[in-house]
């Protein structure tokens, strides 16, 4: 029981901090490695730009998110909400100032969020005896 009061604690540092990020006019990340609020830095290279960092969060939050009310009442609403999150935070870089909406983090946001959902539907459904 310990290890789900863990997990329910940082998923909600990790929500809280995940707003932060995203609801900021600028990029908070971007101003702690290069001083300026305009650059998005690309912390994992790839061909994919920063949109991969889009789909690492999503997949974090969503991964935590969903395993800590794994075996709880409340998993369809923390799955609904997590869907929605992932939608809602990038739609608002259309009237935050100095943000930008982008398809492909939209996207990352997406799957992020569906490879979580499929690993908690497949531990959901052949663990019986997850965090007892």
Known sequence: MKGIKFLKSLYFFSLTGLLILYLFPGSLIGYF???????????????????INHLVAFFYLSCIGLFSYLKNSKFKK???FLLFLSIFLELSHLFIPNRSFELFDLFANFLGFLGAFFL???????????FN
């Open 33 to 51: 490695f290069y001083g300026d609020f305009g650059k998005q830095p690309n912390i994992i290279k790839n061909p994919l730009g920063t949109s």
């Open 78 to 80: 923390n799955l609904f």
């Open 120 to 130: 908690a539907f497949i531990i959901r459904k052949y663990e019986k005896n997850y």
